[in-house]
């Protein structure tokens, strides 16, 4: 914008500029030319008066002082004085005879002396004893510009100076102009896409308020379509879990009941089933729920790591004793600014895959800490691990590695790889130690370095 503010402004003042330059030099050369005109017809009508007549017809007879004076005017200028019929009476054969149109005053032109020098001439008639007369008197126009150049100099000097300043103030206003706006454009660019708040309209020009205030009419559509969607999952999630919840008690119940003895394997497997959609609903709403359009900056705060994957063991501790498998946690203290129910999810989601597809025996390491630039967070098992090829697939929503035993729905990995883009996090999959399993990654970066979403 600055740009192309700077262009529609000075091209046209640099044009103006430019013709006023012209004006000015032919200002000042007009008049200087005209003054020495001038000053060179007064010399033709001097030497005139000193016409004497000859015996052969006239010649010009200037004495000493007028001589001196003349030559005062820097060169002494040529003459060449003849009759009406354009014979050489006295003075220099080389400057040219009077142009026939010559009236009975002064006519000055444009001319070359014989050494190709340019000069100024003026051709004066008159008339001497009754004999009338043309003279011819020439000065060379170098003089003139030695006595010119000086004041055209100055002139021009001065315009290109004015010039020179007058950009320099445009720019200077420009940029000193446009600085709110520069300002306003750091204020959006630095903004994520959660934050929509209203911008604050008092700290822009008034030129620009109608626009900030079309902006923060926007930005009020933005968030309460944003709270209506976040108020729908809500709402889904309660829905949807209440009834499943209450049907999966209902199984469990007639399980348990003697009169179901005959369909008990049915029931059961009808509850798995169910169970199955619960998980499966639950995960679909957690996908819906970590979409950037569903949150707000405000749902972001501080989380201690820690605490979430003490919680985690705590919460899968059972279910690891149930498998025989090792879990456990290495967890340094380190806190990241993110939206705790989610991180949550997402370590939930790493637990389950890993919990799932280590088999007995096996062990499965939480482990979180701090990072020069952040903080990190990672669950590693000693399972079958996941073919490199198939790493960035699995990140795919229901997508499931082609080895994966049971069955499942393809998201959980695709949640985490949802929850992390969200955080403006790092997530990575890679072998375990020795080449062994599995081990996922999530580097958060600090909430200074952390780029906006």
């Known amino acids: 914008m600055a740009r192309r503010l700077l262009t529609l402004l000075l091209v046209p ?60 005017r820097g060169a002494r200028p040529v003459y060449a004085l003849r009759d009406a019929a354009g014979a050489l009476l006295d003075g220099e054969a080389r400057l040219p005879a009077a142009p026939p149109e010559v009236p009975d005053a002064l006519q000055f032109s444009s001319t070359r002396l014989d050494s190709g020098r340019p000069a100024r001439i003026v051709w004066y008639r008159f008339v001497a004893d009754g004999r009338a007369l043309v003279l011819a008197v020439a000065e060379p126009i170098g003089e003139r510009d030695d006595a010119t150049r000086p004041l055209v100099t100055a002139t ?28 306003f454009r750091d204020e959006l660019a630095s903004r994520s896409a959660r934050e929509l708040e209203p911008l604050d309209e008092r700290r822009v020009p008034q030129e620009i ?17 944003a709270e209506a969607q976040r108020k729908f999952v809500a709402d889904a999630a309660h829905q949807l879990r209440t009834p499943l919840a209450g049907m999966q008690a209902q199984l469990e119940l007639l399980e348990r009941d003697a009169a179901a003895l005959p369909v008990r394997d049915r029931v059961g497997a009808v509850r798995e089933g169910l169970k199955r959609l619960a998980h499966t609903a639950h995960q679909l709403l957690t996908l819906a729920r970590a979409e950037g359009s569903a949150t707000l900056e405000r749902d972001f705060g501080d989380v201690d790591l820690a605490r979430l994957i003490e919680d985690a063991v705590t919460q899968h501790l059972d279910r690891a004793l149930e498998k025989r498998i090792d879990l456990g946690a290495e967890a340094h203290s380190a806190t990241v600014r993110a939206i705790e129910w989610l991180l949550r999810e997402l370590i939930q989601n790493l637990v389950d895959n890993a919990l799932n597809y280590t088999p007995s025996g096996g062990v499965v390491t939480l482990r979180c800490g701090p990072l020069p630039e952040g903080a990190f967070l990672e669950v590693e098992d000693d399972g079958p691990g996941i073919a490199p090829e198939e790493r960035p697939r699995v990140m795919e ?11 499942g729905s393809g998201l959980g990995l695709a949640i985490v790889s949802d929850i992390v883009a969200l955080h403006g996090a790092r997530f990575e999959l890679a072998a375990g130690h020795g080449g062994r399993g599995t081990r996922a990654r999530v580097e958060f970066k600090a909430p200074a370095a952390r780029a906006r979403a």
Do not use: C, K, W
């Open 209 to 225: 308020a109608p626009l900030v205030g079309s902006l923060n009419a926007l930005l009020a559509r933005v968030r309460a379509s």
């Open 397 to 407: 929503r229901f997508h499931r590695a082609s080895d994966a035993p049971g069955v």
């Open 156 to 183: 021009l000097t001065l315009d290109v100076l004015q010039l020179v300043a007058v950009v320099a103030f445009v720019l200077i206003g420009v940029r000193r102009g446009l600085r709110p706006l520069a300002e």
């Open 13 to 72: 003042l640099g044009g103006l500029l430019l013709l006023a330059l012209l004006f000015d030099y032919l200002v000042v050369e007009g008049p200087m030319r005209t003054a020495f005109d001038r000053s060179l017809g007064d010399a033709a009508v001097v030497i005139a008066a000193y016409v004497r007549p000859t015996g052969n017809g006239a010649a010009v007879a200037l004495p000493p002082p007028v001589t001196a004076q003349l030559a005062t």
